[in-house]
């Protein structure tokens, strides 16, 4: 009887033991899934999310791997695990196809699955150690019992939670259970966390939407537009990588690659009807690429430089015209879907708009700055004409060609060079940022053939490609500075000839120095004209240089002609006159005294007229007499020279004596001259009077200034004589220069009055 009330004791002792147990498990296991509830609360990021709550299932079960699993059509993704997978082993672990019929009949049936011995013989443990082969020596190494629980929510499987543990068979029926409400209280979790992050995805897609209309007005540069665009795409997308394409003739450009640093492919391109990716763009549709639609060999060659498994494009088309592509890349098969391509198509209108108002700043840009290029030009050749109507010497206008050339055509160093035929060499006339080069004291040998082709066949010859350089450099014999210099600083030249008056006069070169980037240097059409342009002011200098020696020369010849002419007519006869007077003089004197003292005194007046003669001919050899000299000295010498000259008695009267403007004296000086010539040629006058008057008022602070000259000639009738006739537009001319009035009255058989007034400042003297 005591034995049996012993056994009794024991058997309630152990249930109660069991019933305590399961109620402490069932407690562990309702805090759990609390502590599961309150992770949402703490993230909404789903892999952290599916993490921490495998951390949790820890605690109420058992496992040495735990992973999670959503279920698409007939494939199973993994999207978080607790297990000794590696990043790469991650992107690539699937559920065993060989098991999934059987897990799918048993999740479509709500029905968890075990496996109790993974090394057992039976069908189904052969099925999954021959699936999950390559794991079996690194994930299942040491793991025995299997177990996939399904994720159930709002009475739908949503995916697949598996757990193993390193001991067979251990897995029963109280971890089924367990198992079960934590794997659907994780699904509900899940939904939850999918159901915030399709929210904030919304969100994202809004705030991405207003960031691209923020780039369309506040940013006009492209490569800044281009860069928000596939930035914002890549961040909605969670691609790895992604990039913007743009048309340029027949083919993609790769113009801009987010979140990778691969700028050796900027700029690589790829064809647009040719490609895989360019499909989009045939189609004008978005399309998604994996891997083994990308084999053609552009795509293939592109996606194995970025090491990327699938491609989403998506294509921008203004109107009907195809402007660009925007790809987004992933290292995972299969990552892209139908809800990508929409959020892709859905800004790609706006990435259209930005693109397209990048380009219409940018093309605008350019044309300000082709405006500022040619006001730059308009000026330096402006400031060039100014220099050539100037009095510089020809090697100040060219050396300042040379350096306008240099500035405008963006280059750093030019030379003028004339050619020598006979030397075979060229004479540096001009030259600017080549140091060792002095203009008219260096040759430079042309027998190397770039600058002597330019020049003797006529024609600009450019090279800006290094290479080429280098090859025509090493044929110039080395110990030569210039060739030196060349080849240590020189990466491109161009070279324009120089053609006066349809000769080759020599020619411009303009020297590219070498660029630290080893960027080539761009010869446009419009610089080589420039350079033309510069040339052909240049050869204008030269000739205008040829043509004012030749009018100096023609200028001296012309002013000895005048000056012989002068002399015959004038001084020569008056001499002439002058030594027959004397001659005869002796016999005049013995034969009457009276008449010899009359003959005395003409010959003095023709000498003292010769010698006035000579003195103005003087002032007209040195015009800077005509400054110094007083004026009233001047008149007294025009006096005398018409009085010896023409016998025409002048009678000088000056009243008054007024420092006069240097261009009054001589505007007075030459009417005088003017008018007195016309009594001694024309008038046929026997005397003449020349009257100067002059005063200064003191309190007005100006100058009263008068000539006349009157004579008792022959006269003329004004109606009837034009103002060329006698000089008297002339005389009008000069006077019109200083403001003055001048009066020319005459009546024909009554002689001949001209009338000179000038009123002016005492403060212009």
Same mark, same amino acid.
């Given at each position: 009887?005591n034995?049996l009330?012993?056994?009794?004791?024991?058997?309630i002792?152990?249930?109660?033991?069991?019933h305590?147990?399961? @109620?402490q498990?069932?407690?562990?296991?309702?805090? #759990? =899934?609390?502590?599961?509830?309150n992770?949402?609360?703490?993230?909404?990021?789903l892999?952290?999310?599916?993490?921490?709550?495998l951390d949790?299932?820890?605690?109420?079960?058992?496992?040495?791997n735990?992973?999670?699993? #959503?279920?698409?059509?007939?494939?199973?993704r993994? =999207?978080?695990h607790?297990?000794?997978?590696?990043?790469?082993?991650?992107?690539?672990?699937?559920?065993p196809?060989?098991?999934?019929?059987?897990?799918?009949?048993?999740?479509l049936?709500k029905?968890?699955?075990?496996?109790?011995?993974?090394?057992?013989?039976d069908?189904?443990?052969?099925s999954?150690?021959?699936a999950?082969?390559?794991?079996?020596?690194t994930?299942?190494?040491?793991?025995h019992?299997?177990m996939?629980?399904?994720?159930?929510?709002?009475?739908?499987?949503?995916?697949?939670?598996?757990?193993?543990?390193?001991?067979?068979?251990y897995y029963?029926?109280h971890?089924?259970e367990?198992g079960?409400a934590?794997?659907?209280?994780?699904?509900?979790?899940?939904?939850?966390?999918?159901l915030?992050?399709?929210t904030?995805?919304?969100?994202?897609e809004i705030r991405?939407?207003?960031?691209?209309q923020?780039?369309?007005?506040?940013?006009?540069e492209?490569?800044?537009?281009l860069r928000?665009?596939?930035?914002?795409?890549?961040?909605?997308?969670?691609?790895?990588s992604?990039?913007?394409f743009?048309?340029?003739g027949?083919?993609l450009?790769?113009?801009v690659l987010?979140?990778i640093?691969?700028?050796d492919?900027?700029?690589?391109?790829?064809?647009?009807?040719?490609?895989?990716?360019?499909k989009? @763009?045939?189609?004008?549709?978005s399309?998604i690429?994996d891997?083994?639609?990308m084999q053609?060999p552009?795509d293939?060659?592109l996606?194995n430089?970025?090491?990327?498994?699938?491609?989403l494009?998506?294509p921008?088309?203004?109107?009907?015209?195809?402007?660009?592509?925007?790809?987004?890349?992933?290292?995972?098969?299969?990552?892209?879907?139908?809800?990508d391509?929409r959020?892709?198509?859905?800004f790609?209108?706006?990435?259209?708009?930005?693109?397209?108002?990048?380009?219409?700043?940018?093309e605008?840009?350019?044309?300000?700055l082709?405006?500022?290029?040619?006001?730059?030009?308009?000026?330096?050749?402006r400031?060039?004409?100014?220099?050539?109507?100037s009095n510089?010497?020809l090697e100040?206008?060219?050396?300042f060609?040379?350096r306008?050339?240099?500035r405008?055509?963006?280059?750093d160093?030019?030379?003028?060079?004339r050619l020598?035929r006979?030397?075979?060499?060229?004479?540096?006339e001009?030259v600017?940022?080549?140091p060792h080069l002095?203009?008219?004291?260096s040759?430079?040998?042309i027998g190397?053939?770039?600058?002597g082709?330019?020049?003797?066949?006529?024609?600009?010859?450019?090279?800006?490609?290094?290479?080429?350089?280098?090859?025509?450099?090493?044929?110039?014999?080395g110990s030569d500075?210039?060739?030196?210099?060349?080849?240590?600083?020189?990466?491109?030249?161009?070279?324009?000839? @120089?053609?006066?008056?349809?000769?080759?006069?020599?020619?411009i070169?303009?020297?590219?120095?070498?660029?630290?980037?080893?960027?080539?240097?761009?010869?446009?059409?419009d610089?080589?004209?420039?350079a033309?342009t510069?040339?052909d002011?240049?050869?204008?200098?030269?000739?205008n240089?040829?043509l004012?020696?030749?009018?100096?020369?023609?200028?001296v010849a012309?002013e000895?002609?005048?000056?012989a002419?002068?002399?015959?007519d004038?001084?020569?006869?008056?001499l002439?006159?002058?030594?027959l007077?004397?001659?005869v003089?002796?016999?005049i004197?013995?034969?009457?005294r009276e008449d010899?003292?009359?003959?005395?005194?003409?010959?003095?007046?023709?000498t003292?007229?010769a010698?006035a003669?000579?003195?103005?001919?003087?002032f007209?050899?040195r015009?800077?007499?005509?400054?110094?000299?007083p004026l009233?000295?001047?008149?007294?010498?025009?006096s005398?020279?018409?009085?010896?000259?023409a016998?025409?008695?002048?009678?000088?009267?000056?009243?008054?004596s007024?420092?006069?403007?240097?261009e009054?004296?001589?505007?007075?000086y030459?009417?005088?001259q003017e008018? @007195?010539?016309n009594?001694?040629?024309?008038?046929?006058?026997?005397?003449?009077?020349l009257?100067m008057?002059a005063n200064?008022?003191?309190?007005l602070?100006?100058?009263?200034?008068?000539?006349?000259?009157?004579?008792?000639g022959?006269?003329?009738?004004?109606?009837?004589v034009t103002?060329?006739?006698f000089?008297v537009?002339?005389?009008?001319?000069?006077a019109d220069?200083?403001?003055a009035k001048?009066?020319v009255?005459?009546v024909?058989?009554?002689g001949? #009055?001209?009338e000179?007034?000038?009123?002016?400042?005492k403060?212009l003297?």
């Amino acid at each position: 009887m005591n034995e049996l009330q012993t056994g009794s004791k024991v058997e309630i002792a152990m249930e109660k033991t069991g019933h305590r147990d399961e @109620l402490q498990h069932n407690a562990k296991l309702l805090t #759990t =899934l609390l502590d599961v509830s309150n992770l949402v609360s703490s993230t909404m990021e789903l892999k952290p999310l599916l993490e921490a709550i495998l951390d949790k299932l820890g605690d109420i079960i058992e496992y040495r791997n735990a992973k999670i699993f #959503t279920i698409t059509g007939n494939q199973a993704r993994i =999207l978080a695990h607790r297990s000794s997978l590696t990043p790469e082993q991650e992107t690539t672990y699937s559920m065993p196809m060989d098991l999934m019929p059987a897990i799918m009949r048993f999740s479509l049936e709500k029905k968890p699955m075990v496996i109790a011995d993974l090394f057992a013989s039976d069908e189904i443990s052969v099925s999954f150690r021959n699936a999950m082969s390559k794991y079996m020596d690194t994930v299942f190494n040491g793991s025995h019992c299997w177990m996939s629980l399904p994720m159930v929510s709002k009475n739908k499987v949503i995916g697949i939670l598996t757990l193993d543990h390193s001991k067979a068979g251990y897995y029963k029926e109280h971890h089924i259970e367990f198992g079960t409400a934590f794997a659907n209280q994780a699904a509900i979790e899940f939904e939850n966390a999918a159901l915030y992050n399709e929210t904030v995805k919304k969100a994202d897609e809004i705030r991405t939407m207003f960031n691209i209309q923020q780039a369309i007005t506040s940013r006009l540069e492209l490569d800044a537009v281009l860069r928000l665009i596939a930035g914002e795409a890549g961040r909605l997308t969670h691609s790895h990588s992604t990039a913007v394409f743009l048309v340029d003739g027949g083919d993609l450009v790769l113009s801009v690659l987010s979140d990778i640093n691969h700028d050796d492919l900027i700029g690589k391109r790829l064809p647009a009807y040719k490609s895989a990716i360019g499909k989009s @763009l045939l189609q004008n549709e978005s399309i998604i690429l994996d891997h083994p639609k990308m084999q053609l060999p552009p795509d293939k060659e592109l996606l194995n430089a970025l090491g990327m498994h699938s491609c989403l494009c998506v294509p921008l088309v203004a109107g009907s015209r195809p402007i660009g592509i925007i790809a987004a890349f992933s290292r995972h098969a299969g990552e892209f879907d139908s809800e990508d391509e929409r959020i892709f198509n859905m800004f790609a209108p706006s990435a259209v708009i930005g693109v397209e108002n990048a380009r219409l700043y940018q093309e605008e840009r350019q044309r300000h700055l082709e405006d500022e290029q040619r006001r730059h030009v308009a000026e330096g050749l402006r400031d060039i004409l100014a220099a050539l109507n100037s009095n510089r010497s020809l090697e100040e206008i060219l050396d300042f060609i040379i350096r306008e050339a240099a500035r405008l055509l963006h280059t750093d160093a030019a030379a003028l060079f004339r050619l020598n035929r006979e030397k075979n060499s060229l004479i540096l006339e001009a030259v600017c940022g080549i140091p060792h080069l002095e203009p008219n004291n260096s040759l430079v040998n042309i027998g190397v053939g770039f600058l002597g082709k330019a020049f003797t066949e006529r024609r600009p010859v450019v090279k800006t490609d290094e290479a080429e350089m280098e090859s025509i450099l090493n044929q110039i014999p080395g110990s030569d500075i210039h060739a030196n210099w060349l080849k240590d600083n020189c990466s491109g030249m161009i070279a324009v000839p @120089l053609i006066c008056k349809n000769e080759v006069y020599g020619g411009i070169a303009l020297y590219i120095k070498k660029d630290k980037n080893h960027r080539e240097h761009i010869v446009s059409k419009d610089d080589i004209d420039l350079a033309m342009t510069f040339a052909d002011q240049a050869a204008l200098a030269i000739d205008n240089t040829r043509l004012r020696r030749q009018a100096e020369e023609i200028a001296v010849a012309a002013e000895r002609n005048r000056l012989a002419r002068d002399l015959h007519d004038a001084v020569t006869q008056t001499l002439f006159s002058a030594s027959l007077i004397a001659e005869v003089l002796p016999r005049i004197w013995e034969r009457s005294r009276e008449d010899g003292l009359k003959r005395l005194d003409e010959l003095r007046q023709l000498t003292r007229g010769a010698l006035a003669e000579m003195r103005t001919l003087l002032f007209e050899l040195r015009p800077a007499t005509l400054v110094e000299a007083p004026l009233e000295e001047l008149l007294r010498q025009l006096s005398e020279a018409i009085t010896g000259r023409a016998r025409v008695p002048v009678t000088l009267n000056i009243s008054g004596s007024v420092k006069l403007p240097t261009e009054v004296k001589i505007a007075f000086y030459r009417i005088a001259q003017e008018a @007195l010539n016309n009594i001694a040629k024309h008038s046929g006058a026997r005397k003449a009077i020349l009257e100067m008057k002059a005063n200064e008022d003191e309190q007005l602070g100006i100058i009263v200034a008068g000539l006349k000259i009157t004579d008792d000639g022959r006269g003329f009738d004004p109606a009837s004589v034009t103002s060329e006739h006698f000089g008297v537009g002339i005389m009008h001319e000069r006077a019109d220069v200083i403001g003055a009035k001048l009066a020319v009255r005459s009546v024909a058989g009554d002689g001949t #009055t001209i009338e000179l007034e000038w009123v002016g400042s005492k403060q212009l003297q």
